[in-house]
């Protein structure tokens, strides 16, 4: 999961800076055309109405001077059907003089710096705030100092409903966007590679039959067939996975053949050694057959436990699963171990839980047989099975207190006739299959196999398989 948590970090991150570099592509023109720019969002018939009424008041504060209330009562003798009302400001922005009172929320916003460009500037243009349409300013030649704007209540265009928004919610309203658009972006391309993953980690675990289906006429799989690269890969993962289990299946009857045919000569070969036992006559040859038979008896147990490695899939495919409890399946071994650790003079304990699997019955055995017969084999004074329920999963503990394993040879023990060194070899007469049928065993049961060393110092092997599903 970490590799796809950083790729989504990094589509997110490109994501996001595209999308800065574009606005600030984009805005900071603007802001600097909308500063420098002299158009005006008057039409001519407003434009006109300014210069005349502005004419007319004018005049009248020529007339009048400093008396607003004069100014005021001069302004129905002006123009009755006036569309708009009107309200002189001064250089301070504030209102000398007004057709009618203007909104406290409307005052406020004069404090603004956006009324303040607006009230600045040289051209007559427009401006809504407050639901208010403003045009303007024009200057009164009678009093430099003054300017007059026009204006009416009015619904403002989505300019000027974005130019009045708060930064602040500006802001949220673009993090919640982008990351919405980031989200289903890399949902879009995370989708496909999280299957890929999953299907590579079935593999790992031995899945060779795991295949990824994708049909590009079904609805489900459109997004797929829709990107080639995605539909490709999926193919080449599909045909990669299936060399690699027509090759390991190719391996595994070639050594189920080998091991069939060096069985006849092998048979021949002991049927000899018996024949010359019983004629020779020379004792000093007693030793020598002795050493070959052992050695003929060696090789005939290489045989059957490579043939056991090769055939036992097949076997238990054939057998088909069983769904049995944990005490059920291992009574019977852990009996047996009982009674050859009494043999040997060693301790043993096991403890089973109450749990229920569905496995291959032989082949699960044989996994666990496996590793109590190695343990007893590297044993100092004890071995002890230990069995436990922890979320859905069975798991199973095998300790001895033997001299261990080291840690660089822990991750090679499950390969075919692999030993960690001869003198322990040599001295246990080990064939270095045990482990490997082991590992083949669990895989079939779809479970886990981990070694580690154990806290009396020797080998710990722990299997984990799945509970079964009710």
């Not at 038979?293 to 054939?318: G, K, P, V, W, Y």
């Not at 082949?363 to 099975?385: G, M, Q």
């Not at 979320?391 to 095998?398: A, K, T």
Request: hydrophobic share 45%; proline share 3%; glycine share 4%.
């Amino acid at each position: 999961m970490r590799s796809i948590r950083n790729f989504n970090l990094k589509v997110l991150s490109w994501f996001w800076l595209t999308i800065l570099v574009c606005l600030l592509s984009i805005a900071i023109p603007a802001y600097i055309m909308q500063e420098l720019s002299d158009n005006s969002h008057l039409t001519s018939r407003e434009n006109h109405l300014l210069e005349n009424f502005a004419k007319k008041m004018n005049a009248v504060v020529a007339e009048t001077g400093d008396n607003r209330r004069a100014i005021r009562s001069r302004y129905r003798d002006l123009d009755e059907r006036m569309p708009f009302q009107w309200f002189i400001i001064n250089e301070e922005l504030e209102i000398v003089a007004s057709s009618a009172p203007v909104r406290d929320s409307l005052k406020s916003r004069f404090d603004s710096r956006r009324f303040w460009l607006f009230a600045r500037g040289e051209h007559p243009r427009d401006i809504n705030m407050e639901w208010t349409r403003m045009i303007g300013p024009a200057t009164l030649s009678s009093r430099p100092d003054w300017k007059l704007i026009l204006w009416r209540p009015e619904r403002p265009r989505p300019e000027d409903i974005f130019q009045a928004m708060p930064w602040w919610l500006m802001a949220s309203i673009f993090v919640l966007v982008t990351s919405v658009m980031s989200w289903l972006l890399v949902r879009s391309i995370a989708r496909p590679l999280n299957r890929l993953g999953t299907a590579f980690s079935t593999v790992g675990n031995g899945g060779l039959s795991h295949r990824i289906e994708f049909d590009i006429a079904s609805s489900k799989d459109s997004e797929y067939a829709s990107s080639a690269p995605f539909t490709r890969l999926f193919a080449q993962f599909n045909e990669m996975t299936a060399k690699i289990a027509a090759l390991i299946q190719n391996q595994k009857r070639q050594s189920a053949d080998i091991s069939h045919e060096l069985r006849t000569p092998l048979t021949r070969l002991q049927m000899t050694l018996a024949l010359v036992r019983r004629k020779c006559e020379d004792p000093a040859l007693f030793s020598l057959l002795e050493r070959a038979e052992r050695e003929n008896e060696l090789l005939n147990l290489h045989i059957q436990r490579l043939s056991d490695l090769t055939t036992m899939e097949a076997r238990a495919i054939q057998q088909g699963m069983v769904t049995l409890s944990v005490s059920s399946l291992l009574d019977a071994l852990c009996e047996d171990a009982a009674f050859e650790a009494e043999g040997l003079d060693m301790q043993w304990q096991h403890t089973l839980c109450d749990a229920t699997l569905t496995v291959y019955e032989e082949p699960f055995i044989t996994a666990i047989e496996n590793v109590v017969r190695n343990a007893f084999k590297y044993a100092a004074s004890s071995v002890s099975l230990r069995c436990a329920l922890e979320n859905n999963e069975v798991i199973i503990v095998i300790d001895d207190d033997g001299p261990g394993v080291e840690e660089s040879d822990l991750a090679r023990l499950t390969d075919a006739f692999y030993r960690t060194d001869s003198a322990r070899s040599s001295e246990t007469g080990g064939l270095g299959l045990g482990l490997a049928i082991t590992a083949e065993a669990v895989r079939l049961n779809s479970g886990k196999l981990l070694f580690r060393r154990a806290d009396k110092g020797g080998l710990r092997v722990e299997m984990r398989f799945q509970t079964a599903v009710n």
